[in-house]
């Protein structure tokens, strides 16, 4: 079990940028497939973006589509989640999960994933 861990999080304004990163040190690079969900206080965690374990596939939240990008480089075992034209609605934890099942598809669903980071905090400003 290997428990991946975020980095990236901040305080942004409206309109702003971020990038997050996710990285699982210890799991072999380029076999298993990543998701990004969020949870806002007060609400339900959420799914924003996936991606497999070639990075040829990647699936999106509506509500981020054409704002957010997945990525993923094996070589350095990381998988980054660039976020543009931030809105307020966007604040919220944001968490990066992996499936510990050797080339698994890609999920919407949280309860596909095993392995959880701690989480980091993304604020916009408006």
């Known amino acids: 079990q290997v428990q991946p861990v975020e980095s990236g999080g901040g305080l942004v304004q409206a309109g702003g940028s971020l990038r997050l990163s996710c990285v699982a040190s210890?799991?072999?690079?380029?076999?298993?497939?990543v998701g990004w969900f969020r949870q806002a206080p007060g609400k339900e965690r959420e799914f924003v973006a996936a991606?497999?374990?070639?990075?040829?596939?990647?699936a999106y939240a509506d509500f981020v589509k054409g704002r957010f990008a997945i990525s993923r480089i094996n070589a350095e075992n990381t998988v980054s989640l660039q976020m543009n034209s931030l809105k307020p609605e966007d604040t919220a934890v944001y968490y990066c999960?992996?499936?510990?099942?050797?080339?698994?598809?890609?999920?919407?669903?949280?309860?596909?994933?095993?392995?959880w980071g701690p989480g980091t905090q993304v604020t916009v400003s408006s």
């Open positions: 999960a992996t499936r510990r099942g050797l080339w698994a598809a890609i999920s919407r669903r949280s309860s596909a994933y095993d392995d």
């Open positions: 210890g799991r072999a690079s380029g076999t298993y497939p």
């Open positions: 991606i497999s374990y070639t990075g040829s596939g990647t």
